[in-house]
């Protein structure tokens, strides 16, 4: 069964303090794995698509790097507007636009 | 250009009663996904529309029903409520032939 899982589940970091999320996948036929942000109680809001191990994406303080087992978002001089859950997704090949998300990881950054 | 719209924003039923979510996608785009997420977790895949056809569906039971419209708009139905379909319901679409899902913002279902 196709599985996503991140980790941590939460993160609370200081202004300035970078880090990374991790998201491990289980997919038979990757076709790609995508990174969301979501704020309480909104829609998620898409950052990131990555198709193949090695690429790597980036936006502002953001970059999405794939290896054939898992994803990382690192997050490099955090400011508390990044505050927000990260969601992780993948989707197949010959499934459409079904995406299997992990559980998220929250984060927190602190002034 | 209009992103994609849901309502309504906030809605509370009874258990047993029936619902109707309403979705409007992001202009251009021709296919329809809704998502269930509970509070802390993931969202979950309910079921897929493209061109007015269903096309995939999650481990969701049948009172879970959809439509779409030939203007590219959905519903989610929901028939016989019960507590645990408390959630936020998240409608997303995609352009034809594009990989990436963008969403809506949700609508929060309260069952009591």
């Known amino acids: 069964e196709d599985q996503v899982t991140q980790s941590p589940e939460a993160l609370r970091l200081q202004e300035g303090e970078s880090s990374s999320l991790n998201c491990s996948y289980t997919v038979s036929g990757l076709r790609g794995l995508f990174w969301y942000r979501q704020d309480p109680g909104k829609g998620p809001e898409f950052l990131f698509t990555l198709y193949s191990a090695g690429e790597e994406k980036e936006k502002e303080r953001l970059k999405a790097t794939l290896t054939k087992k898992e994803s990382f978002l690192h997050i490099t001089a955090p400011k508390p507007e990044d505050s927000a859950t990260y969601l992780c997704?993948?989707?197949?090949?010959?499934?459409?636009?079904?995406?299997?998300f992990g559980g998220g990881t929250r984060v927190l950054v602190k002034p | 250009e209009t992103g994609v719209t849901q309502s309504p924003t906030h809605l509370i039923k009874t258990r047993g009663q029936q619902v109707t979510l309403r979705c409007s996608s992001q202009s251009g785009h021709n296919t329809v996904s809704w998502y269930q997420q509970a509070l802390g977790q993931g969202p979950q895949f309910i079921f897929q529309?493209?061109?007015?056809?269903?096309?995939g569906r999650g481990n969701f039971p049948p009172r879970f029903s959809g439509l779409q419209f030939p203007n590219y708009s959905s519903e989610l139905n929901v028939n016989a409520l019960e507590l645990d379909d408390s959630a936020l319901y998240l409608c997303a679409s995609a352009l034809p032939g594009g990989d990436t899902q963008y969403f809506g913002p949700g609508t929060r279902l309260t069952v009591l």
């Open positions: 997704a993948s989707s197949k090949l010959d499934a459409g636009n079904k995406l299997t």
């Open positions: 529309y493209y061109r007015e056809e269903e096309n």
